[in-house]
Protein backbone atom coordinates (compact mmCIF):
# COMPACT_ATOMS: atom_id res chain seq x y z
CA UNK A 1 0.00 0.00 0.00
CA UNK A 2 0.91 3.80 -0.73
CA UNK A 3 -0.61 6.81 -0.17
CA UNK A 4 0.70 10.40 -1.08
CA UNK A 5 -0.24 14.03 0.26
CA UNK A 6 -0.14 16.63 -2.51
CA UNK A 7 -0.49 20.14 -0.66
CA UNK A 8 0.85 24.22 -2.19
CA UNK A 9 1.87 26.72 -0.53
CA UNK A 10 -0.45 28.84 -2.55
CA UNK A 11 -3.13 28.55 -4.81
CA UNK A 12 -3.01 27.90 -8.26
CA UNK A 13 0.12 26.47 -8.03
CA UNK A 14 -0.26 23.17 -9.78
CA UNK A 15 -1.32 21.29 -6.77
CA UNK A 16 -4.08 19.69 -8.56
CA UNK A 17 -2.33 19.00 -11.47
CA UNK A 18 0.21 17.46 -9.87
CA UNK A 19 -1.84 15.62 -7.62
CA UNK A 20 -4.00 14.29 -10.88
CA UNK A 21 -0.53 13.36 -12.70
CA UNK A 22 0.61 10.98 -9.98
CA UNK A 23 -2.35 9.10 -9.83
CA UNK A 24 -2.36 8.37 -13.13
CA UNK A 25 1.14 7.21 -13.04
CA UNK A 26 -0.32 4.93 -10.56
CA UNK A 27 -3.39 3.95 -12.86
CA UNK A 28 -1.10 2.46 -15.61
CA UNK A 29 -0.21 -0.70 -14.07
CA UNK A 30 -3.18 -3.20 -12.20
CA UNK A 31 -4.28 -1.05 -9.12
CA UNK A 32 -7.26 1.65 -9.00
CA UNK A 33 -5.90 4.02 -7.10
CA UNK A 34 -7.79 6.39 -5.01
CA UNK A 35 -7.53 9.96 -6.09
CA UNK A 36 -9.67 12.28 -3.17
CA UNK A 37 -9.64 15.96 -2.97
CA UNK A 38 -10.03 17.42 0.97
CA UNK A 39 -10.01 20.87 -0.01
CA UNK A 40 -13.32 23.64 0.30
CA UNK A 41 -12.18 24.99 -2.33
CA UNK A 42 -13.25 25.21 -6.24
CA UNK A 43 -11.00 23.31 -8.57
CA UNK A 44 -10.28 20.53 -6.83
CA UNK A 45 -9.57 16.71 -9.16
CA UNK A 46 -13.20 16.26 -9.93
CA UNK A 47 -13.25 19.49 -11.30
CA UNK A 48 -9.75 18.90 -12.91
CA UNK A 49 -11.29 15.65 -14.37
CA UNK A 50 -14.96 16.58 -15.06
CA UNK A 51 -16.17 14.03 -12.01
CA UNK A 52 -19.99 14.88 -11.54
CA UNK A 53 -20.42 15.70 -7.88
CA UNK A 54 -23.17 13.49 -7.81
CA UNK A 55 -21.39 11.97 -4.02
CA UNK A 56 -19.05 13.64 -1.99
CA UNK A 57 -17.60 13.33 1.23
CA UNK A 58 -20.39 15.59 2.69
CA UNK A 59 -22.83 12.49 2.24
CA UNK A 60 -20.65 10.85 4.97
CA UNK A 61 -20.73 12.99 7.59
CA UNK A 62 -24.42 12.16 8.86
CA UNK A 63 -23.20 8.72 9.62
CA UNK A 64 -21.15 9.75 12.34
CA UNK A 65 -19.41 6.92 13.96
CA UNK A 66 -21.40 4.21 11.88
CA UNK A 67 -19.19 5.31 9.16
CA UNK A 68 -17.42 1.94 7.64
CA UNK A 69 -15.47 1.21 4.16
CA UNK A 70 -18.08 0.03 2.07
CA UNK A 71 -19.82 3.43 2.54
CA UNK A 72 -16.53 5.28 1.44
CA UNK A 73 -17.04 3.12 -1.93
CA UNK A 74 -20.39 4.42 -2.85
CA UNK A 75 -19.36 7.73 -2.80
CA UNK A 76 -16.63 6.91 -5.26
CA UNK A 77 -16.55 7.60 -8.66
CA UNK A 78 -15.08 5.19 -11.32
CA UNK A 79 -13.09 7.24 -14.11
CA UNK A 80 -12.27 6.09 -17.13
CA UNK A 81 -8.53 6.38 -16.60
CA UNK A 82 -9.05 3.98 -13.86
CA UNK A 83 -8.92 6.13 -11.33
CA UNK A 84 -11.24 6.03 -8.63
CA UNK A 85 -12.43 9.64 -7.48
CA UNK A 86 -13.64 11.01 -4.52
CA UNK A 87 -15.21 14.39 -4.52
CA UNK A 88 -14.38 16.67 -1.65
CA UNK A 89 -16.44 18.17 0.72
CA UNK A 90 -18.07 21.75 -1.03
CA UNK A 91 -17.83 24.27 1.65
CA UNK A 92 -14.97 25.12 4.76
CA UNK A 93 -17.44 24.05 6.97
CA UNK A 94 -18.32 20.86 5.41
CA UNK A 95 -14.47 19.89 5.78
CA UNK A 96 -13.78 21.63 9.15
CA UNK A 97 -16.61 18.79 10.51
CA UNK A 98 -14.28 15.92 9.93
CA UNK A 99 -13.34 15.53 13.18
CA UNK A 100 -13.00 12.47 15.71
CA UNK A 101 -13.61 8.94 15.06
CA UNK A 102 -15.71 9.44 11.62
CA UNK A 103 -12.60 11.01 10.53
CA UNK A 104 -10.36 8.33 12.02
CA UNK A 105 -12.69 6.02 10.34
CA UNK A 106 -12.44 7.96 7.02
CA UNK A 107 -8.70 7.95 6.66
CA UNK A 108 -8.60 4.10 7.89
CA UNK A 109 -10.66 3.85 4.99
CA UNK A 110 -9.10 5.21 2.00
CA UNK A 111 -5.44 4.06 3.24
CA UNK A 112 -7.14 0.28 3.39
CA UNK A 113 -8.07 0.94 -0.49
CA UNK A 114 -4.61 0.18 -1.66
CA UNK A 115 -2.91 3.03 -3.40
CA UNK A 116 -4.12 6.81 -2.97
CA UNK A 117 -3.23 10.40 -3.78
CA UNK A 118 -4.80 13.46 -1.58
CA UNK A 119 -5.34 16.59 -3.11
CA UNK A 120 -5.08 18.47 0.40
CA UNK A 121 -4.97 22.31 -1.86
CA UNK A 122 -3.48 24.56 0.43
CA UNK A 123 -4.00 22.48 3.53
CA UNK A 124 -5.28 23.55 7.02
CA UNK A 125 -8.31 20.97 7.07
CA UNK A 126 -7.52 18.40 9.86
CA UNK A 127 -8.89 15.96 6.92
CA UNK A 128 -5.43 16.76 4.85
CA UNK A 129 -3.19 16.62 8.06
CA UNK A 130 -4.73 13.56 8.99
CA UNK A 131 -4.03 11.49 5.78
CA UNK A 132 -0.71 12.92 5.76
CA UNK A 133 0.12 11.56 9.26
CA UNK A 134 -0.37 7.95 6.77
CA UNK A 135 1.61 8.84 4.31
CA UNK A 136 4.61 7.63 2.51
CA UNK A 137 5.24 10.67 0.90
CA UNK A 138 3.92 14.33 1.13
CA UNK A 139 4.92 16.88 -1.54
CA UNK A 140 4.58 20.27 -1.12
CA UNK A 141 4.26 22.66 -4.27
CA UNK A 142 5.70 26.27 -3.55
CA UNK A 143 6.49 29.19 -6.00
CA UNK A 144 9.89 30.35 -6.37
CA UNK A 145 9.06 33.25 -4.66
CA UNK A 146 9.74 34.60 -0.91
CA UNK A 147 6.49 35.15 0.29
CA UNK A 148 5.21 31.55 -0.92
CA UNK A 149 8.40 29.59 0.46
CA UNK A 150 8.04 31.64 3.94
CA UNK A 151 4.53 30.35 3.71
CA UNK A 152 5.34 26.67 2.63
CA UNK A 153 8.06 26.51 5.89
CA UNK A 154 4.63 26.46 8.19
CA UNK A 155 2.68 24.32 5.97
CA UNK A 156 5.58 21.73 6.20
CA UNK A 157 5.52 21.91 9.69
CA UNK A 158 1.67 21.59 10.00
CA UNK A 159 1.75 18.31 7.81
CA UNK A 160 4.26 16.38 10.30
CA UNK A 161 7.39 14.67 10.33
CA UNK A 162 8.08 11.79 7.21
CA UNK A 163 9.00 11.98 4.16
CA UNK A 164 8.52 15.51 2.70
CA UNK A 165 9.58 16.47 -1.08
CA UNK A 166 9.15 20.02 -2.32
CA UNK A 167 7.96 21.16 -5.92
CA UNK A 168 9.39 24.25 -7.38
CA UNK A 169 6.21 25.61 -9.34
CA UNK A 170 6.66 28.40 -12.22
CA UNK A 171 2.92 28.59 -10.86
CA UNK A 172 0.94 31.12 -10.89
CA UNK A 173 3.58 33.66 -12.09
CA UNK A 174 6.85 33.45 -12.79
CA UNK A 175 9.40 33.55 -9.34
CA UNK A 176 12.34 34.84 -9.16
CA UNK A 177 14.37 32.01 -6.55
CA UNK A 178 16.70 29.48 -7.69
CA UNK A 179 15.93 26.03 -6.55
CA UNK A 180 19.09 26.18 -4.68
CA UNK A 181 18.09 28.90 -2.48
CA UNK A 182 14.75 27.41 -1.79
CA UNK A 183 16.44 24.44 -0.93
CA UNK A 184 18.71 26.28 1.26
CA UNK A 185 14.99 28.37 2.53
CA UNK A 186 14.16 25.40 3.56
CA UNK A 187 16.34 23.64 5.65
CA UNK A 188 18.05 21.73 2.95
CA UNK A 189 15.28 19.40 1.72
CA UNK A 190 14.94 18.25 -1.30
CA UNK A 191 13.54 20.00 -3.95
CA UNK A 192 12.57 19.39 -7.90
CA UNK A 193 12.00 22.01 -10.39
CA UNK A 194 8.47 21.56 -12.13
CA UNK A 195 8.94 23.05 -15.51
CA UNK A 196 5.52 24.67 -16.92
CA UNK A 197 3.98 22.23 -19.33
CA UNK A 198 1.11 23.26 -21.05
CA UNK A 199 0.48 19.76 -23.01
CA UNK A 200 1.31 17.76 -20.41
CA UNK A 201 -1.43 19.94 -17.94
CA UNK A 202 -3.70 19.19 -20.63
CA UNK A 203 -2.86 15.52 -21.15
CA UNK A 204 -3.90 14.88 -17.34
CA UNK A 205 -7.09 17.16 -18.20
CA UNK A 206 -7.95 14.26 -20.63
CA UNK A 207 -7.36 11.86 -18.09
CA UNK A 208 -3.63 10.44 -19.84
CA UNK A 209 -0.22 10.03 -18.42
CA UNK A 210 1.80 13.11 -19.39
CA UNK A 211 4.78 12.19 -21.28
CA UNK A 212 7.93 14.71 -22.47
CA UNK A 213 10.46 16.15 -19.86
CA UNK A 214 7.84 18.66 -18.34
CA UNK A 215 5.38 17.44 -15.65
CA UNK A 216 5.85 13.37 -16.31
CA UNK A 217 10.05 14.11 -15.37
CA UNK A 218 8.58 15.39 -12.06
CA UNK A 219 6.62 12.89 -11.35
CA UNK A 220 9.05 10.17 -12.52
CA UNK A 221 11.85 12.50 -9.82
CA UNK A 222 9.25 12.39 -7.23
CA UNK A 223 9.26 8.57 -7.58
CA UNK A 224 12.46 8.10 -7.57
CA UNK A 225 13.36 9.85 -4.04
CA UNK A 226 10.40 7.76 -2.17
Do not use: K, N, Y
Amino acid sequence: MSGVVVAGATGGCGVTTLACAIALGHAQGADRPVLVGTGACPGGPSDLLGVPAARTLDDLLPLGDDLRSGHIAQVMHSHASGLQVIVGPRSPAAAAAWQGPPLQALVAGIVASGTWVADAGCGGTLLATTLAARADLRVVVVPARVGAVAHAAGLIEGLGPGHIAVVASPLPAAGDLSVRAMRRALGDLSVIAMPFDRRGAAAVMAGRVPSGRGLARTVMELAAGR
